[in-house]
């Protein structure tokens, strides 16, 4: 069963992680820290109450971890990129504000 509320944190995670991006502005890491973990909470619940009831659940949380991995291991790398290449904050600071759009959309639509 969905619960609204875990909807709503997902929205805002995105939310807020596309205008940390957009800002461009460096962060206390324990204020980074703080934020994951909290925002952790609804995606996690999320894919935990969606978990099928199969033989092999460990399976799909396996494929959770690894595509999770996945998607901050691209990260990482578009940040590494971005570095190398001329207007490459400028870049970063347009896929924040495109990914703050999805987040808004998301909200609204929630």
């Known amino acids: 069963m969905k619960k609204p509320w875990v909807?709503?944190?997902?929205?805002v995670s995105v939310l807020v992680l596309g205008i940390s991006i957009a800002a461009n502005k460096k962060l206390p890491i324990l204020i980074v820290m703080l934020?994951?973990?909290f925002f952790a909470l609804f995606h996690g619940h999320?894919?935990?109450t969606e978990m099928p009831h199969i033989s092999k659940p460990a399976f799909y949380a396996a494929g959770f971890v690894v595509g999770t991995a996945g998607?901050?291991?691209a990260g990482v790398l578009v940040g590494i990129i971005a570095d190398k290449i001329n207007n490459g904050q400028q870049l970063l600071r347009y896929i924040g504000a495109a990914i703050a759009g999805i987040g808004l959309h998301l909200l609204i639509m929630n």
């Open 7 to 11: 909807e709503l944190g997902i929205a």
């Open 35 to 37: 934020f994951v973990g």
């Open 46 to 48: 999320a894919h935990g």
């Open 71 to 73: 998607i901050h291991i």
